[in-house]
């Protein structure tokens, strides 16, 4: 079968490769919509530790069965949660295998959806409402952590949020917290393209330099080092601040301020089980016009167009498109 696959370095390209045999309590999907992400770009750029040349990428995944399994007929749609867990592990046994101590995913650790089939585990697929358009529910991964920021931040209504970094997930943050009841949600974003995206969402966007401790919640969904210094500061006395994007290692903050002006910091990393329902029901419901993101949608014969668009910075959200897709 046809697969978008990363064959080590920076080369990435539509490739025939094997198709997937499931192992027992797996199953077969064939891929309808599956989302690139920040993730992606940096296996495809060799600076995932886990990935391994001749991996098939992607693992935002939503399509159909390919053959019955369980209650479910072939055919019905699903969303794939690509996240592994060992469940055996304090974390796992906790209750918290999204944070598990050897989380493993689909698509860095077993090949991902950017193909005609994709294998996983049966009870990791999630039967979405069959008049869900597969196009929008293709947000649902990227959504599922947004929701997860909002509910770890604690926002109350009424409260002001900021949220830097107009990425895909800083969006969809922003859009969250105002569907959770947000007074005022702004946003600081360098990138001149992905500051526009902001206005388009309704969000409004501040100069980095207009930074004056004034929300009452801060969602960090930057993950670059430049940013950890001075985030606190966007931090009214007593706030919280929510760290999305995820640092490539130990960065400055200034834990004086946080101590003198009692605020909260709070982690937050992907999405447990109800996250995705919570994701999925607001898509459903048309909550979070979660479309908005999406910049392109390309075959897996164009996902090296796709990466390279992605590199660029010249798009926020691109879709692969796969048989399943409508
Ligand atoms: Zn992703
Ligand atoms: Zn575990």
Known sequence: MQALVWQGGEVVGPAE????????????????????????????????????????????????????CGDLPAGTAVFVNPLLSCGTCLACRRGRSHVCERRGLIGIDADGGAAELVAAPADHLLELPATLDLRRAALVEPL?????????AGLNIGERVHVVGAGPIGLLVGSCARAAGAASVTLSEPVARRAEAAATFGLDLVDLAAQDHAADVVFDCTGHPSVAPTVLGWAAAGGTVVTVGAYPGVVGVNLQDL??????????RVYAPDDVSAAVALIAQGAIDVERVVTDVLPVAEGARAIAHLRAGAELKILIKGPAAT
């Open 17 to 68: 490769v094997a198709k997937p045999v499931p192992a027992p309590g797996w199953a077969l999907v064939e891929p309808a919509y599956v989302g690139l992400c920040g993730t992606d770009l940096h296996i495809c750029a060799g600076e995932h530790p886990r990935a391994q040349p001749g991996l098939v990428i992607g693992h935002e995944i939503v399509g159909r069965l390919a053959a019955a």
């Open 144 to 152: 599922a952590v947004a929701v997860r920021a909002v509910r770890r």
């Open 259 to 268: 101590m003198f002006r009692e605020l909260r910091l709070v982690g937050t």
